[in-house]
């Protein structure tokens, strides 16, 4: 077993933040040399990679992490981390995440209640500032694990969410790549038929055009689909957009930004420690996206594991 070590293990996805995320990271790092921060930094080369170092570094010893970047290394960060004490059976607990905000998203921290501001994120570092977390982990039908940070959904947001992501593979940086997502997502707007249970109670079964489940409130740059989630209730909250008109569609369309989502009629929302999302036909068995990120096809099981983990915020 490798000494637990006290440094910060940070994460910096180079890519991240339509390629501003080295001159983000330099500002981040002159404050962690003048506020006293320990710390040891690593660079992401490939998809997943960061996962990788997370894993490793926790096997090294260390228990503290920030991922320099957006919501997708934040991710991957969390995943990596949980791998481990998954293979190890390593309580969550002790270990302590945190997000620099250098990407073109973060919701996460939004959710939080941290503020958009790489100085006011260092200076909670090395505050010790945190909280608990709930961990909420998810398994896809082609076997892929991952833990959920704050919102995945799948239907309307996983297919937005594989277009940017296609085009950042591709090597786009723009800010314009989600404007360009949403549009031809909505062009080509199909209703998925799903089954959806929570805690063994069938919540929605039928034709849909989404659905959405949150740790944390805010995803998509600001929309607020779980509006009522809390990252410490022991809840993971659902909200399904059922098929529907048009018009019924626009006149919904502002609770995605109100908040009032949990108030609607027409809209389906719920909460329970765990969610079974499963296809009513092989058309249905859509992609699923974690964080911002693809991870796999339905069906999928989430669950709230009951562990927590140490989150660098604000605290309540």
């Given at each position: 077993m490798?000494?637990?070590?006290?440094?910060?293990?940070?994460?910096?996805?180079?890519?991240?933040?339509s390629?501003?995320?080295?001159?983000?990271?330099?500002?981040?790092?002159?404050?962690?040399?003048?506020?006293?921060?320990?710390?040891?930094?690593?660079?992401?080369?490939?998809?997943?990679?960061?996962?990788?170092l997370?894993?490793?570094?926790?096997?090294?010893?260390?228990?503290?992490?920030?991922?320099?970047?957006?919501?997708?290394s934040?991710?991957?960060?969390?995943?990596?981390?949980?791998?481990?004490?998954?293979?190890?059976?390593t309580?969550?607990?002790?270990?302590?995440m945190?997000?620099?905000?250098?990407?073109?998203?973060n919701?996460?921290?939004?959710?939080?209640?941290?503020?958009?501001?790489?100085?006011?994120?260092?200076?909670?570092?090395?505050?010790?500032?945190?909280?608990?977390?709930?961990?909420?982990?998810?398994?896809a039908?082609?076997?892929r694990?991952?833990?959920?940070?704050?919102?995945?959904?799948?239907?309307?947001?996983?297919?937005?969410?594989?277009?940017?992501?296609?085009?950042?593979?591709r090597?786009?940086?723009?800010?314009?790549?989600?404007v360009?997502?949403?549009?031809?997502?909505?062009l080509?707007?199909?209703r998925?038929r799903?089954?959806?249970s929570?805690?063994?109670?069938?919540?929605?079964?039928?034709?849909?055009?989404?659905?959405?489940?949150?740790?944390?409130?805010?995803?998509?740059?600001?929309?607020?689909?779980?509006?009522d989630?809390?990252?410490?209730?022991?809840?993971?909250?659902?909200?399904?957009?059922?098929?529907m008109?048009?018009?019924?569609i626009?006149?919904?369309i502002?609770r995605?930004?109100?908040?009032?989502t949990?108030q609607?009629?027409?809209?389906?929302?719920?909460?329970?420690?765990?969610?079974?999302?499963?296809?009513?036909?092989?058309?249905?068995a859509?992609f699923i996206?974690?964080?911002?990120?693809?991870?796999g096809?339905?069906?999928?099981?989430?669950?709230?594991?009951?562990?927590?983990?140490?989150?660098?915020?604000?605290?309540?």
């Amino acid at each position: 077993m490798c000494e637990t070590k006290t440094e910060w293990f940070i994460i910096v996805n180079p890519r991240a933040g339509s390629g501003k995320t080295i001159s983000g990271w330099t500002v981040a790092e002159r404050l962690l040399r003048e506020l006293g921060v320990p710390f040891t930094c690593a660079f992401t080369h490939y998809k997943s990679h960061a996962r990788e170092l997370a894993c490793q570094a926790a096997r090294d010893g260390y228990r503290r992490f920030v991922a320099a970047g957006g919501d997708g290394s934040v991710h991957e960060m969390f995943s990596g981390v949980l791998d481990f004490c998954t293979e190890t059976g390593t309580p969550a607990d002790g270990f302590l995440m945190a997000n620099i905000p250098i990407g073109s998203g973060n919701d996460w921290l939004k959710s939080l209640g941290v503020p958009h501001d790489i100085e006011r994120v260092v200076r909670l570092i090395a505050e010790g500032s945190s909280r608990m977390q709930d961990v909420i982990s998810m398994h896809a039908s082609d076997g892929r694990t991952c833990c959920m940070s704050n919102v995945g959904g799948t239907g309307f947001d996983s297919h937005v969410c594989e277009r940017v992501n296609a085009r950042k593979e591709r090597g786009h940086r723009s800010r314009w790549i989600y404007v360009g997502a949403l549009v031809m997502t909505i062009l080509k707007l199909r209703r998925i038929r799903l089954e959806v249970s929570g805690d063994g109670q069938v919540l929605y079964s039928g034709p849909c055009y989404s659905l959405a489940l949150g740790n944390g409130r805010f995803s998509g740059g600001g929309m607020l689909q779980t509006a009522d989630a809390a990252f410490d209730d022991g809840l993971v909250d659902v909200l399904v957009v059922p098929a529907m008109s048009l018009l019924r569609i626009i006149r919904e369309i502002h609770r995605l930004f109100d908040g009032t989502t949990p108030q609607s009629s027409a809209l389906v929302y719920r909460q329970c420690k765990h969610l079974s999302i499963r296809p009513l036909d092989s058309r249905s068995a859509d992609f699923i996206e974690v964080d911002g990120e693809i991870e796999g096809r339905l069906p999928v099981e989430v669950s709230v594991t009951g562990q927590r983990i140490g989150v660098v915020a604000p605290r309540a």
